[in-house]
C-alpha cells in the first residue's frame, strides 16, 4: 500500500509562487509515476503535471506549461511541484496520485492512479 502524503499549499498573491511536496511510502523498491491533479469547486479533477521516478519522464499541462515544475528527488522518495507566476484560476485543492503503471509524456486521468495524497489548498487572490 502507498501512502502519500502532500504539504506546501498555502494562499498567495497572484504572480507568487508555491512548492508542493509529496512524499511517497510504503511501496516496494520500484519505481513511481507520481502526479498532480487540481480540482476547483463545481469543476472536474484535471492533470496538471505527472513524473515517472524509473527514468525521469515528465507531462506538463498546457495550462501551466512554463509557470509549474515537476522534478523528483529519489532520495527522499519525494516529488515536487513549483509553481510560479501563479493566477487566480490556479486556485484549487491539489491531489498527489501515484501508480506504479509507466507513464509517459501523455496526459492521464484520475483512473490511471490507484493512491492519492489528502489534498493541498491553494489560493491565488487577485
Known amino acids: 500500500q502507498v501512502q502519500l502524503v502532500e504539504s506546501g499549499g498555502g494562499s498567495v498573491q497572484a504572480g507568487g509562487s508555491l512548492r508542493l511536496s509529496c512524499a511517497a511510502s510504503?511501496?516496494?523498491?520500484?519505481?513511481?509515476?507520481m502526479g498532480w491533479f487540481r480540482q476547483a469547486p463545481g469543476k472536474e479533477r484535471e492533470e496538471v503535471a505527472h513524473?515517472?521516478?524509473?527514468?525521469?519522464?515528465?507531462y506538463c499541462a498546457d495550462s501551466v506549461k512554463g509557470r509549474f515544475t515537476i522534478s523528483r528527488d529519489n532520495a527522499k522518495n519525494t516529488v515536487y511541484l513549483q509553481m510560479n507566476s501563479l493566477k487566480p484560476e490556479d486556485t484549487a485543492m491539489y491531489y498527489c496520485?501515484?501508480?506504479?503503471?509507466?507513464?509517459?509524456?501523455?496526459?492521464?486521468?484520475?483512473?490511471?492512479?490507484?493512491?492519492w495524497g489528502q489534498g493541498t489548498q491553494v489560493t491565488v487572490s487577485s
Open positions: 513524473l515517472y521516478t524509473g527514468d525521469g519522464s515528465t
Open positions: 496520485a501515484a501508480t506504479m503503471a509507466y507513464c509517459g509524456a501523455y496526459v492521464l486521468s484520475r483512473y490511471h492512479y490507484n493512491y
Open positions: 510504503g511501496y516496494p523498491d520500484s519505481s513511481l509515476c
